[in-house]
């Protein structure tokens, strides 16, 4: 058998793959099982940060793997303790909790709310409003935050507590906070899956300020948006917001799982011993690639990203095919008149690989990107979406 009869025959079939198999690459450009080459403009969804194997990031991670793969949170371990300092000090936010994901850092985001609503609110003070469109996670719990019905047929019941408005409904926000017990707003800066939906920035302010008025928290989902990717560290950045309670994973440790819940001042403290836990959270492997990442998204480097997504967003401008361009930085999205897909496969074809967000052609290439793979990429995307 060959790989894909192999994983047919035995991985559930939950993915509906690409017909690929990806076997190598160096920075933003891979290879399949023949040697065919191509310009990876989505990064694992988000997640090698800085391309594939990039010489920085495997010398922090090999150099941890042969002092100490694994420690258990029983005891103290360097990387993981740096990385909570550095991502404290880049944010002024006071604590960080890691997990392996991003559900896992929304959980925790979710059970930081509740706890904080039920001692400052009342008991029954424990719903947390989303946003439809939204998506935050596969585990039941971050699935039925998820504000997308096609999400929640599979998992009935849901867990209850989860409330849904529509992204820059300021007054069905307001309405929810006089008629039910809310903990916390959480919002996406740019919905991801959703369709790279930049949400408005009045709304966002106003979502924040309402949350606060009511003594409620306001949390922001980074685990795609963040580290990077748009050109701030933060996506809330650009939205000059302050969240209570940031999430992020994805492109936070270049391609190894780790997820983080950041607690600003006022929740740093709701999460007590034994209060919650991960076997894997904080990996000192994991948190060593994810100090080589961080150490290097440094103002003069985030504006280098912002410089590239103007590049590549102009490339697209009146381009035939293209309806609309949406997104900040390296995160946007192409409203195409041929279906997203039919590009994304076309493109593929041509040596290019894309993702699709509901109806839109989504990039998310490394950070590091050199121009001129930036260019040609764009080149046969535009190529693919046009009419
Ligand atoms: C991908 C994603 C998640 C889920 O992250 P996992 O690591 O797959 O658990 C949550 N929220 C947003 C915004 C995402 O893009």
């Given amino acids: 058998m060959n790989t894909r009869q192999r994983d047919e025959a035995y991985i559930a079939h939950t993915y509906k793959r690409f017909p690929v198999e990806l076997v190598s690459g160096k920075g933003s450009l891979v290879y399949d099982e023949n040697g065919k080459r191509y310009i990876d403009m989505g990064s694992g969804i988000a997640v090698t940060s800085f391309g594939i194997s990039d010489d920085v990031w495997i010398g922090a991670v090999t150099a941890q793997l042969s002092k100490i793969q694994h420690t258990s949170n029983l005891y103290y371990s360097a990387p993981c303790a740096e990385l909570a300092e550095l991502l404290c000090k880049k944010t002024g936010m006071k604590k960080v909790f890691f997990s392996n994901s991003g559900a896992e850092a929304n959980e925790c985001a979710i059970k930081v709310a509740r706890e904080y609503a039920r001692r400052n609110l009342g008991e029954d003070h424990y719903k947390i409003i989303t946003l439809e469109g939204s998506f935050h996670g596969r585990t039941v719990t971050t699935l039925s935050a998820t504000g997308q019905e096609r999400y929640h047929e599979k998992v009935r ?35 991801g899956e959703g369709g790279v939906i930049e949400l408005d920035a009045g709304f966002a302010k106003a ?61 740093e403290n709701v999460l007590g011993y034994g209060d919650h836990g991960s076997t894997f959270g904080g990996n000192p492997v994991a948190a060593a690639g994810a100090l080589s990442i961080l150490k290097r998204l440094d103002p003069d480097f985030l504006s280098k990203v912002k410089e590239k997504g103007a590049f590549l967003r102009k490339k697209f401008e009146f381009a035939s095919g293209i309806e609309a361009v949406s997104g900040i930085g390296l995160m946007l999205g192409l409203k195409t008149v041929k279906p997203a897909a039919e590009v994304v496969a076309a493109a593929m074809e041509k040596g290019v690989l894309c ?14 990107i050199p121009d001129g793979l930036l260019a040609e990429a764009a080149e046969v995307i535009k190529e693919a979406a046009a009419l």
Avoid: W
């Fill in 355 to 368: 993702l699709t967000a509901k109806d839109k052609v989504r990039l998310l290439p490394a950070l590091n």
């Fill in 157 to 191: 019941p849901r867990t209850p507590g989860f409330l849904h408005v529509k992204p820059g409904d300021e007054k069905g926000l307001s309405k929810l906070f006089e008629t039910e017990k809310i903990a916390a707003v959480l919002v996406e800066c740019i919905q």
């Fill in 207 to 267: 979502a924040q300020d309402i949350a606060h008025e009511n003594g409620a928290l306001f949390m922001v989902d980074e685990v795609q948006t963040g580290n990077g990717r748009t050109g701030a560290l933060y996506a809330y950045e650009n939205f000059g917001l302050r969240p209570d309670v940031v999430t992020t994973a994805k492109g936070l440790a270049g391609g190894l799982p780790l997820g983080a819940a950041l607690l600003s001042e006022k929740v």
